[in-house]
């Protein structure tokens, strides 16, 4: 069974449920890249972070954005996860598709 994940967005209060389809590792930082679960996800999603996606309309609905966060602690020692720089998160794509290109499909 995949791993899911269950995070509140900050902004709105909402939950969004997320399949979990990778750890990245790069440097000393871990970075995780999430598929949400539903269109209302994808919504509400789009405020909590920067999701990955076709700047083309007419392939938009054709493709799935994923999300990646960085894997932090908080000063208590609690998992959180934070907003990524865009730069970081082109390699941590590029990192995510190599390691994937015969599980999924990209375009």
Do not use: H, W
Not at 42 to 58: G, R
Not at 85 to 90: G, S
């Amino acid at each position: 069974m995949a791993e899911k994940l269950y995070l509140i967005n900050e902004d709105t209060g909402k939950g969004v449920d997320f399949e979990v389809l990778d750890r990245i590792r790069v440097g000393r930082k871990q970075y995780i890249v999430l598929l949400p679960l539903t269109a209302e996800d994808i919504e509400i999603c789009s405020s909590m972070m920067e999701p990955l996606a076709d700047d083309d309309e007419d392939s938009a609905d054709d493709c799935t954005d994923v999300c990646i966060l960085e894997i932090g602690e908080s000063r208590n020692g609690n998992t959180q996860f934070l907003r990524v720089e865009d730069d970081v998160l082109d390699c941590v794509f590029k990192l995510f598709r190599d390691r994937n290109e015969e599980r999924f499909q990209f375009v």
